[in-house]
């Protein structure tokens, strides 16, 4: 209950912190239009959100005679998880990385980069699907949704709050400690808003382990995503930076800390969680032996092989 608590936590402190703004710079009338606006346009981000995300990244679908292991593998987590089988995307990139989107569990997809397949075992490849599906059934969408909305009203607020003729009683704040609002309460949301992103991360991770039943080999694939993400551009998401939250790593350049303008977690954190989750499951972490991989041994002298995608 830890990240649920947490992402409450925030979210009331995002709603405290706009109820504060609206009163001191924009009444209840400016309050009324910003949330109303800033609603508005986020909920309909929401709704085409999977369409215009895997658009932006040129993802191809896939289906079970695309990629057979990786869709019998996903439909097993799904199951796992009591959830529908996602649509399953392939994204020709070679930073590894994977997102899931959608507004709902019934209509939601993962999409997995090529550079992901190339160079991860089965078992870190089941992690990093069973993480997604994690985001699926958390209905992060919808809680970065909400939380966007209130961060899109106290933007608004704050920049076109003294045109709906601010707190009309005499008593607001003065010009300079408007201005001071002004410039700050965007600040505030958007570190709140990051740390919900990041508290989602380290839920999905935790919910993510418990549907493949594999701590460590979530935490190995998060260790070798890092590594991935620093060494390869992913020009896409360069392009695109407000998906970057989407993704299970920060495809960005030069975000290795978890810092307050992160949308993700320090990597480092996340394993060491995991670590631990692993060891404190009855019988201590789970011990599997090395399975071949199902899209082919990789030889010494090549560094990346042909993906289950064709």
């Known amino acids: 209950m830890n990240g649920y608590l947490r992402t409450s936590i925030l979210l009331a402190a ?7 703004v609206g009163g001191a710079l924009g009444g209840r009338g400016g309050m009324a239009f910003a949330f109303v606006i800033a ?13 215009m995300v895997l658009r932006m990244h040129n993802a191809q679908p896939i289906g079970p005679q695309d990629a057979p292991d990786l869709y019998r593998m996903t439909e097993r ?7 529908p089988m996602p649509a399953l995307y392939i994204i020709h990139e070679d930073q590894p990385n994977a997102f899931a989107t959608g507004r709902n569990p019934e209509n939601a997809a993962v999409a997995v980069n090529t550079g992901l397949l190339n160079r991860m075992p089965p078992e870190e490849v089941e992690g990093v699907i069973a993480h997604e599906l994690a985001h699926i059934r958390n209905r992060d969408t919808l809680i970065m949704t909400v939380t966007a909305c209130l961060a899109g009203a106290i933007g608004m607020l704050a920049q076109f709050g003294f045109l709906f003729g601010g707190n009309r009683d005499n008593r607001g704040p003065g010009p300079i400690v408007g201005l001071l609002i002004m410039l700050l309460a965007p600040l505030g949301a958007a570190i709140v808003q990051m740390a ?3 508290s989602r991360e380290y839920e999905a991770d935790r919910i993510g382990a418990m549907i493949s039943g594999n701590p460590l080999g979530l935490a190995r694939a998060l260790t070798r995503l890092e590594q991935g993400r620093q060494g390869f551009i992913n020009q896409a998401a360069e392009a695109n930076p407000a998906t970057a ?8 350049a030069g975000l290795r800390m978890d810092g307050l303008f992160s949308t993700h977690p320090s990597t480092q954190n996340r394993v060491q969680a995991l670590v631990q989750m692993a060891n404190t499951m009855p ?3 789970p011990q599997r032996p090395a399975a071949a991989s199902p899209w082919g041994a990789r030889p010494a002298s ?3 092989q042909r993906g289950p995608w064709g």
């Open 196 to 198: 919900i992103s990041r």
């Open 14 to 20: 995002m709603t405290a912190l706009f109820v504060a």
């Open 302 to 304: 090549r560094p990346t």
């Open 283 to 285: 019988g201590g972490p």
């Open 245 to 252: 939250h989407m993704f299970i790593v920060n495809p960005l």
């Open 77 to 83: 987590l799904a199951a796992n998880a009591n959830l």
């Open 39 to 51: 609603c508005a346009t986020n909920l309909f981000a929401w709704w085409n959100s999977d369409r």
